[in-house]
């Protein structure tokens, strides 16, 4: 029954949608019936070009996250796993975190231009911050206990960091990748809006001056099922390589 919870939100939430485009109190450019809206759902898949712009969104989504990851997660250990470096750099994380980066978005498209590039480098820096944040938060938890156990058989410091820090610290550093990774998706779909000729803000953005609501609810659909695979899927690579978190968690 648990499972079946949400699936009757969303039907209800659905049913009040549709309600309320039937009623006539409404003009269906504000709310388009369910059928309008699916079908411009249907015919997004139907179509080369539509599932190109979706791609085109996702690589650079992925490309800005992929980069963020393995810096972030270099830089998080370093930071927690040295006084010195954590010194260093925690001003700066923690003084220039709540900057909107979205901001420097006309300067990165003045250096890199109004392409992918400035798209990925923005994406890049918003998911950079959460996954420092929370990797260094994991490897400077690391239990003593394990790191003096290790010392004791005679571990060396890169066996200790491969053995003992890194697989202590992985549930932290996915804890940072779920929380980075819808954000790139949202940082590339708002870039695109603002000043892009493809991807998926585009279609959006170009869906709404044109007045076709349906359309562009059909493509905010469209967004939340990348997201939610993108989410899955990281749930599942996550289950696999740090399959002793989840044999040791529970729900009460």
């Known amino acids: ?13 659905l049913a009040g949608w549709e309600i309320m485009a039937r009623s006539g109190l409404w003009s ?9 809206i699916g079908y411009e ?4 898949f139907s179509r080369t070009d ?5 791609w085109t969104s996702l690589h650079r989504a992925l490309g800005g996250f992929a980069l963020a990851a393995m810096t972030g997660v ?11 470096v954590a010194g260093l750099l925690d001003p700066l994380f923690s003084g220039t975190y709540a900057v909107p980066k979205l901001a420097l978005f006309p300067i990165f498209i003045f250096a890199f231009g109004i392409g992918s590039l400035s798209k990925v ?50 549930p932290f550093i996915f804890a940072g990748f779920r ?19 493809d991807g998926l803000g585009y279609q959006v953005i170009y869906a709404l001056a044109s007045l076709k ?6 493509l905010v659909v469209v967004i939340a099922l990348l997201g939610w695979l993108l989410d899955k899927a990281l749930v599942v690579l996550r289950d696999r390589l740090v399959y002793w978190e989840k044999l040791e968690t529970y729900y009460v």
Request: proline content about 5%; overall charge positive.
């Open 28 to 36: 269906p450019l504000l709310f388009p019936s369910l059928a309008n």
């Open 74 to 84: 270099v830089i998080g250990m370093l930071m927690g796993r040295s006084a010195f």
């Open 50 to 54: 539509r599932l190109l712009e979706a």
């Open 213 to 218: 609501t349906d359309r562009m609810l059909a």
């Open 179 to 197: 929380v980075a990774l819808p954000v790139a998706l949202i940082v590339v779909i708002m870039t695109e809006m603002v000043s892009s000729a």
């Open 121 to 170: 480098v923005l994406v890049f820096l918003e998911c950079l911050y959460p996954i420092v944040i929370i990797t260094c938060h994991g490897a400077r938890g690391v239990d003593r206990v394990l790191l003096w156990s290790a010392q004791n058989m005679g571990a060396s410091r890169e066996e200790i960091l491969r053995r003992v820090v890194i697989p202590a610290t992985a």
């Open 41 to 44: 759902f249907g015919l997004f």
């Open 1 to 13: 029954m648990s499972r079946l919870v949400p699936f009757v939100l969303i039907g209800a939430a």
